[in-house]
């Protein structure tokens, strides 16, 4: 069984920064990859960055390559995003997710479990 509870959401102005946590928890807890998506509202959800959790690779989208990075500490069974220049097409609920059954990392069906999310707004 794992837990995947997101943090570090709020309010921020364009051009601002940002750092979402993710923290897994679960002693059965082994994954390929953890990822990144995020929902607008009226909007389908889509694939924001992903990271191997072994090899430490990254993805990104093309929307968000260059402004965001996504990073992990084994130890602390944690993924970061930190999200610098934001623009107010940012905002968005973001949502954590792992990957326990291969190393894919942009398709949604691939990832078993998911967070609740955290907020980002952010304003022009």
């Known amino acids: 069984q794992v837990q995947l509870v997101e943090s570090g959401g709020g309010l921020v102005q364009a051009g601002g920064s940002l750092r979402l946590s993710c923290a897994a928890s679960?002693?059965?807890?082994?994954?390929?990859?953890m990822g990144w998506f995020r929902q607008a509202p009226g909007k389908e959800r889509e694939f924001v960055a992903a990271i191997n959790w072994i090899a430490g690779n990254t993805y990104y989208a093309d929307s968000v390559k260059g402004r965001f990075t996504i990073s992990r500490d084994n130890a602390k069974n944690t993924v970061y995003l930190r999200m610098n220049s934001l623009k107010p097409e940012d905002t968005a609920i973001y949502h954590c997710?792992?990957?326990?059954?291969?190393?894919?990392?942009?398709?949604?069906?691939?990832?078993?479990?998911w967070g609740l999310g955290t907020q980002v707004t952010v304003s022009s």
């Open positions: 679960g002693r059965a807890f082994s994954s390929y990859v």
């Open positions: 997710a792992a990957n326990t059954r291969n190393f894919l990392m942009t398709t949604t069906r691939v990832y078993d479990y």
